[in-house]
């Protein structure tokens, strides 16, 4: 009985993770994700010309009230290419867009949350490097509620523009940004 239980929590709390295994913070609310007609489900294989254009992206249950900040990070980036030792994985910034508002009606089912802003980050489409063996890299997008009067503080400009090794941890705290509220995730290898 306490067997079944257990596996019954486990599982629970595996279906309703919308990150990937130990990523950080862990986020359980969906965020749906569509790159043109192609829909992401967390850990799902896409292609480089799959993710070749700023996703939509949205809410199934319920039309969001706030503003929103949209990040796109890649999570296995080979930490040689970033300056890092050989076999270490580092972080690529895909993505920073503010201004994320939602519809108050669905489309196709959605909730379209739609931004007119480009930055601070604008999207850049994965390409993961040749790997051998091939590794599938990991990309996340995280929703988080935008703070009134919104600006990337100081200390992160720097990280912002570099982009590789953006610590996402870091600059939400230092943005007080709390927690992300939505989230999803996706792989993909190079060639595919």
Do not use: C
């Amino acid at each position: 009985m306490l067997f079944t239980s257990l596996t019954l929590l486990l599982s629970t709390t595996i279906a309703l993770a919308q990150t990937p295994p130990g990523f950080s913070p862990n986020v359980t609310d969906h965020l749906e994700v569509k790159y043109g007609t192609k829909v992401v489900t967390p850990g799902i294989a896409m292609t480089k010309a799959d993710t070749a254009k700023v996703p939509t992206v949205g809410t199934l249950d319920v039309a969001l009230t706030s503003t929103y900040i949209l990040v796109v990070l890649d999570v296995d980036v080979p930490g040689n290419l970033a300056g890092g030792a050989a076999g270490s994985r580092t972080t690529y910034l895909h993505g920073m867009i503010t201004g994320y508002t939602s519809a108050t009606t669905q489309t196709s089912g959605m909730y379209v949350l739609s931004s007119k802003d480009t930055g601070p980050a604008s999207y850049a489409a994965p390409g993961p490097p040749a790997e051998t063996p091939a590794h599938p890299h990991k990309y996340i997008e995280l929703l988080y509620a935008q703070p009134a009067g919104f600006k990337v503080p100081s200390t992160q400009t720097s990280a912002i523009s570099k982009r590789v090794g953006f610590n996402i941890t870091t600059f939400a705290a230092d943005a007080s940004l709390g927690v992300p509220v939505r989230a999803n995730y996706f792989t993909q290898v190079n060639g595919a």
